[in-house]
């Protein structure tokens, strides 16, 4: 008899809570089994989740029926808790929540995660372990590499290459065909009009202070 899948949450932090409501969209859409703990190497508080600590990462042997969702936006730290579990048999889950929009000429890869209103539209590639948070979007004809992470608000538009291992920070827009190479990191607001060599950090100019007014 095949064991019941369950969905285990690997990280429980910040993006992690908010993956904890996700999944439990998914799993009421039909989508994702239940979700049954997590694991993390920080024992984390969560008043008002009804999600127990498992392990720590280091101590958890998957066992039958297991689906993991890592919840982890740092690439490197993502792809290398990725390697370890994947060392013990480790599978993945693909979380699309409901609101997300795949169209059907667009390739998704194991271990996505699509989070609410998020898109990929005609002839795109998302590779395996990339996240889109919410509200961001690929456009047709583009391609992201794996473990890649696009912050909320993120636009990526037509025929754009982005690499592997990249982070894009929330509300940047990168414009068509340019190319993003592995290891990047683009800051917040940040309006991409050329390529990006490989390891290179790019944002946008702070904020200044233009006027203050006087205290009343």
């Known amino acids: 008899m095949a064991a019941r899948e369950r969905l285990i949450l690997v990280g429980a932090g910040g993006f992690g809570r908010e993956v904890y409501f996700w999944a439990g969209d998914c799993h009421a ?4 089994p239940p979700l049954a703990g997590y694991i993390d190497d920080v024992v984390q508080e969560l008043p008002g989740y009804d999600l127990p600590r498992l392990a720590g990462l280091q101590d958890y042997t998957p066992a039958p029926g297991d689906l993991f969702v890592v919840a982890l936006g740092v690439p490197a730290k993502k792809r290398r808790v990725v390697e370890l579990l994947q060392t013990r048999g480790a599978r993945f889950a693909t979380l699309h929540h409901p609101t997300a929009t795949v169209v059907r000429t667009a390739s998704i890869g194991e271990g996505v995660i699509l989070c609410p209103y998020t898109m990929a539209l005609p002839d795109t590639r998302i590779e395996r372990f990339v996240t889109l948070n919410n509200y961001s979007g690929f456009g047709h004809d583009s391609v992201c590499g794996e473990f890649t992470t696009l912050s909320s608000m993120v636009d990526v ?3 754009v290459r982005i690499g592997r291992d990249v982070l ?33 950090t790019v944002f946008a100019a702070p904020a200044k202070l233009l006027s203050m007014k006087p205290k009343s």
Not at 29 to 32: I, N, R, S, V
Not at 175 to 194: E, F, H, N, Q
């Open 29 to 32: 859409a039909g989508t994702l």
């Open 157 to 159: 538009t037509g025929y």
């Open 168 to 200: 894009i920070g929330s509300g940047a827009r990168l414009l068509p065909k340019v190319t993003i190479g592995d290891g990047a990191t683009i800051g917040a607001g940040s309006i991409v009009v050329r390529s990006v060599k490989p390891n290179m």
